[in-house]
């Protein structure tokens, strides 16, 4: 079992940026991927970016803008995003995948005004 707790979401204009950070109750390997996922109103979940192994892997949504990065030794994931466009308002979830299961965090929500 692992708990994830997310904190940084908001309220941003356009064009401005916020910086998210997850962090687990226990370590988790390197080899097991840490990202986010974000879930718009009326929309599916979708992968924003996720590190595993070091590798770090990008949505299409989040390429070019947005930048994850992973401290192992604090058990915690960030999540860096820039230029933000009103897209990208949506519940944003931590996820890890530990022995094929999937732990989710409750989520944080990022809103992005005109």
């Known amino acids: 079992q692992v708990q994830l707790v997310e904190s940084g979401g908001g309220l941003v204009q356009a064009g401005g940026s916020l910086r998210l950070t997850c962090e687990a109750s226990r370590s988790i390997s390197s080899g097991d991927p840490m990202g986010w996922y974000r879930q718009a109103r009326g929309k599916e979940r979708e992968l924003v970016a996720t590190v595993i192994g070091g590798q770090s892997l990008y949505g299409d949504s989040a390429k070019g803008r947005f930048t994850i990065s992973r401290h192992n030794v604090y058990n915690a994931v960030y999540l860096q995003m820039n230029n933000l466009s009103p897209d990208d308002t949506a519940m944003y979830y931590c996820?890890?995948?530990?022995?094929?299961?999937?732990?989710w965090g409750k989520g944080t929500l990022v809103t992005v005004s005109q």
């Open positions: 996820n890890t995948r530990i022995g094929g299961l999937d732990y």
